[in-house]
């Protein structure tokens, strides 16, 4: 075991049948922040997005499967609950900003799914625009309505 393993717990690499070929991060002292690490298509975006799903050795990903692809469903809603605080990120730097398209303009990256325990679910989701390429956006979630945005870059 190398130092960083001791530090940030062992990875092994684990097949999923829906979400693939997964990296999973062991956190011993803190057995329910353990998490996998995988690429997924994700449909609205048309490609392949980074994600971090919350769970143990056991696979039991049912759950988090159900809502991704409820996230696939539902995004245009997603988009429209997203478009203001992004709004009004942009506004606090260009008070004559107006956002125009979300969803053309923001390109979801990142996805971090909880073990979805609980109702509403609380999730994350990362963009990145051609509005501010120095910045990524990561939006929490409670269900499908945004809660609070960070701006890191």
Request: proline letters at 4%; a negative charge.
């Amino acid at each position: 075991m190398g130092f960083l393993d001791f530090l940030f717990g062992k990875k092994r690499r684990v097949e999923n049948d829906f979400f693939g070929t997964m990296l999973f991060f062991e956190i011993k002292k803190e057995p329910h922040k353990s998490y996998f690490e995988c690429k997924r298509h994700f449909k609205p975006a048309g490609k392949a997005i980074e994600m971090a799903i919350n769970g143990d050795m056991s696979g039991a990903m049912e759950k988090q499967t159900t809502f991704f692809k409820r996230i696939e469903d539902n995004y245009g809603a997603i988009c429209r609950a997203i478009a203001p605080l992004v709004e009004s990120e942009f506004k606090n730097r260009n008070s004559d900003f107006r956002l125009a398209d979300f969803d053309k303009q923001f390109e979801p990256v990142y996805l971090v799914l909880p073990r979805c325990e609980t109702a509403p679910v609380e999730w994350e989701i990362s963009f990145e625009t051609k509005l501010d390429d120095e910045h990524s956006f990561t939006v929490t979630m409670s269900g499908f309505e945004a809660k609070h945005i960070l701006i890191d870059g």
